[in-house]
């Protein structure tokens, strides 16, 4: 077994600036200078949590390298890269899109680095270099739409990578998942009218975006019934998103025959994040992995890759990091301390309002997959 491992120090030297947590200061409106929630510690501890662990001793390193016009090109369109670009240009940087979202000077740089690194990250899989990869990328990129930037970010990693997948190695089916605690909508977005790309999506319901992750959407055309979303309701612990993998996500794959699946791998549905309202654990998240390499070992030959996405609490995504990337490898990790704490916090047990509406999900995949016969 091998696990490739993609990070690069300037990941960590993408700038989002002194907005209070998601707001730019103002002193006018009273919102004083701080640091944006989307800022390098959560990611840059988890990397060195790794290398201090002794976790890197058993990953093989992936350099990154920059993804080229036409591979963003894949995702979006000419306008929104050329505004990035002039943007990233400016002294004082500019925004992905949505106001909430702002960079540095430089940032193109960084983000075509990050969707380069979702790349090489499957391409070393694709190419069996490596069993399974993670690509502990920022700017993160899953709501990146084809036409803007937003929610933190500015290139959509992880579909660019699959567009990789398809266009080098010419697959005609992958499988997202996200696991973020917001919906994935952008890689939704991406290929909501594409059947060769199955996307699911487990969120807090009624998040980020606003107004989007419904069970009702389910893609369109020939891509009926390739977008699954099963959104959450707040206070999900280990029991309900185990719930709603066994139930709903992978059946879906299974019924899918990826020949790849790719993971959005967001770490603010983890108890203690400062903009979910989710209570998933470290060994939460190790068993979401376990599962997705039990399908992918049984429908793909184990090829699996995970693009990092949110994270917000600096103290505990890094134990949540290491358990993904630990089960990945196959490697037991050092106990995570917070552990405890959450895993002993009420909430873990599945509650019936939860299965109620994640059995909904299940049957309206199913439903649809029946249809499409
Ligand atoms: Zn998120």
Redesign the pocket.
């Known amino acids: 077994m091998s696990t490739g491992y993609v990070y690069h120090e300037m990941f960590a030297w993408h700038d989002t600036g002194t907005s209070a947590g998601l707001f730019r200061s103002d002193p006018r409106a009273g919102v004083q200078p701080l640091i944006h929630f989307e800022n390098s510690e959560t990611k840059r501890r988890i990397h060195e949590l790794i290398v201090v662990s002794g976790l890197i001793d058993h990953l093989t390193r992936i350099a990154p390298r920059p993804a080229t016009e036409d591979e963003i090109l894949r995702v979006h369109d000419r306008a929104h890269l050329e505004r990035i670009k002039a943007e990233s240009e400016r002294p004082g940087g500019g925004d992905a899109g949505d106001g909430l979202s702002p960079f540095g000077q430089g940032a193109y740089d960084i983000a075509a680095l990050a969707a380069g690194g979702a790349i090489e990250a499957v391409d070393a899989v694709l190419a069996g270099r490596v069993d399974n990869a993670y690509a502990l990328v920022r700017p ?1 990129g899953h709501h990146a739409e084809p036409a803007t930037g937003m ?1 933190f970010c500015l290139f959509g990693n992880l579909a660019i990578a699959a567009h990789h997948a398809m266009h080098v190695y010419g697959l005609e089916r992958i499988a997202v998942v996200d696991w ?3 919906h994935g909508n952008g890689t939704q977005k991406a290929f909501y009218d594409d059947p060769r790309v199955l996307t699911i999506s487990l969120h807090q319901d009624e998040l ?1 975006p606003p107004r989007s992750g419904y069970r009702s959407e389910r893609g369109e055309g020939a891509g009926r019934g390739y977008a699954l979303n099963v959104p959450l309701p707040p206070g999900t612990g280990d029991g309900g998103y185990l719930y709603a993998m066994d139930r709903a996500v992978v059946p879906a794959l299974t019924r899918f025959r990826p020949e790849l699946i790719l993971v959005a791998s ?1 770490f ?1 549905a983890a108890a203690m994040d400062p ?2 309202r989710q209570l998933l654990t470290s060994e939460g998240y190790r068993a979401l992995t376990g599962r997705l390499l039990d399908v992918a070992a049984q429908s793909c030959g184990g090829r699996l890759a995970m693009s990092h ?3 917000y609490n600096p103290a505990h995504v890094p134990f949540c990091g290491l358990a993904v990337i630990g089960a990945l490898a196959r490697v037991p990790t050092i106990e995570d301390p917070f552990q405890a704490v959450v895993g002993a916090q009420g909430g873990h047990d599945l509650a019936p309002h939860q299965r109620e509406v994640i059995d909904l999900a299940a049957v309206a995949a199913s439903d649809g997959a029946r249809s499409e016969r």
């Open positions: 993160p929610g973020d605690v917001h980020f967001g603010d903009l979910g996405e949110g994270g």
